[in-house]
């Protein structure tokens, strides 16, 4: 037994890389409930393993007092003085009750440890080396499906993918190999949870960084992604190097590296604008590929803006069921209320008659400062105040 359980000890330390010293203090905490659940014993006792022979040994654990109320938790100064007399009241002294049966009741209890601890290792490695992946980007096999969940295989643990995960235009078949995007890893009592995205907004960030060395390293940058999974999206990028298009970069020499994100994502369209500090000229990009007469912002609130297009491109500028105005909406984080240029014309003649209108304002009180100017240089303002005060001096003098 002795033998055995340190063999099987260091073992546990070398392959499985769980510390000796844990698996013995887990150890001696269970046979401690194994004596007391064994032996019908309440009292206070304590395990010990030796590390050296890997015998285990017994002890009830009693405190000295003057009159002994409980002998199992208690012995009298007399019989403490008898085991040594250095003791006194309100010591604890270790008496040895190891039964002569208890090796095998040890043994199973080694056994249950020894398992749990390593099934506690294995979860807790595993939880960790993929904890270092959330928020990145792995490759999988797609395993089976069930009503709630698609399992994808990731080597050392299966993920789940969601319905809300999954990407609309996609089947997904055993044995299919698909990037997938870790979005978060849990550590639940049943062991570590890996939840996996196919139609996550930072899937495409992750797929540029590997597609577009640029973007790996920080010279271009990607501000912002709206995205509906499956159909369409929209990235805003800007770079760090005034000496390189960020656009064309991230589309790449014939348009090579945009296709094979847009392959990999089963053929979803993707539109790559040019970010820009100007929110006007931002939302006017993220407009592309409809053209944008005007950006006129509320006063009330900058995040709200009306967008003036030419009439025979309202259709484009709006898309599909809406579908380019909500995705530049979201990208530039504004509500976006199109309007063709037609329908502005009154709003533009308004806008004219008002600063029409604030021009003369200005140009009256510019002409009353020039002729106040005009009147204190010849003198005329200083004769009207002299002979206004004048009646006022006679009647002081009068008084």
Known sequence: MSKEM?????????????AKEIVIDALEAALVSAYKRHYGQAQNVEVEFDMKKGNIHV????????????SQLEVSLKDALKVNKAYEIGDTIRFEVTPKDFGRIAAQTAKQVILQRVREAERSIIYNEFS??????????????DNRYIYVNLGKIEAVLSKQDQMPNEHYQPHDRIKVYVSKVENTSKGPQVFVSRSHPDLLRRLFEQEVPEVYDGTVEIVSIAREAGDRAK???????????????????????????????KGENMDIVQYSEDPAEFIANALNPAQVIDVIFSPENPKVCTVVVPDYQLSLAIGKKGQNARLAAKLTSHKIDIKPESEMAAYYEEQAAVSAAVEEAVEEVVAEDVLAAEAIETGDAVVETSEEAAPQEQEDSAE
């Open 59 to 70: 002890y009830a654990v009693k405190e000295v007092t003057e009159e002994v109320m409980d």
């Open 235 to 265: 990235v805003a990028v800007k770079s760090n190097d005034p000496n390189i298009d960020p656009v064309g970069t991230c589309v790449g020499p014939k348009g090579q590296r945009v296709q094979a994100i847009v392959n990999e994502l």
């Open 6 to 18: 340190l063999n099987a000890l260091d073992a546990l330390e070398s392959e499985k890389g769980i």
């Open 132 to 145: 270092a992946y959330e928020k990145d980007i792995m490759q999988g096999i797609v395993e089976r499906q």
